[in-house]
């Protein structure tokens, strides 16, 4: 397909066939839009060291929508993205899923202030970004056991992603952690914290992304019980004393 600015998505379009994704040429647009801020914004601060095109669609974008094979639809669900960067897998999800309940959130703020700027030119109502420390969010009452499901891609071990993603999951909910092919030792390595967070392992999807032969996980934990209060512990304290 050519669109714009002459980009051909058929690879793209290839890769959303395969993850089971029928999008409207407006949100293939709004895909190529973020591409495009992306590369110019990439240019000024280190956003990405992935800037090829075909690389960027389906190392950033399709790889962040590859939560559709874990769960198909987000309609519905409000949805919190940890430790987003410039935006992964928050505003591809929020393309895919117009009008998606979903809070992007970072400890950097110019790489915020890209991703405000994204939302804005996309026009990605319901999608904000927040600047913090999960460490100091988790206790505020608006944020704490407030998300459906939580998301984070890239960001640290599982131990510590699950000290900082479950307290901000209700009971009932699912914490989704996108992770590379060699994963086992990760999850048990982990099996302390996400007990200690209330959680329990839900499913581990294990799949190729699409159009490469590089292997990927989804870890899914599912919110049991509630967190104790203590967690997450002070700012830096999960990351240099992981629950392990």
Known sequence: METLNGYNTDKFEQGLQALGLSLENEQVEQFLLYYKMLSEWNERMNLTAITDFDEVLSKHFLDSLCLVQAIPNLKGQKVLDMGTGAGFPGIPLAIAFPGLDLVMVDSVNKKLDFVRAVVEKLGLSGAVAVHGRAEDLAHEKNYRKNFDLCVS???????????????????GGMFVAYKSAEVDAECER?????????GE???????????TDAGRSLVCIKKKRATPRVYPRKAGKPASDPLI
């Open 153 to 171: 891609r890239a960001v640290a071990d599982l131990a510590i992603l699950a000290e900082y993603c479950l307290p901000f999951v209700k009971n």
């Open 190 to 198: 982990a099996e302390k914290a996400v007990t200690l967070m209330g």
């Open 201 to 211: 392992p839900d499913q581990v999807l294990k799949y190729t992304l699409p159009g």
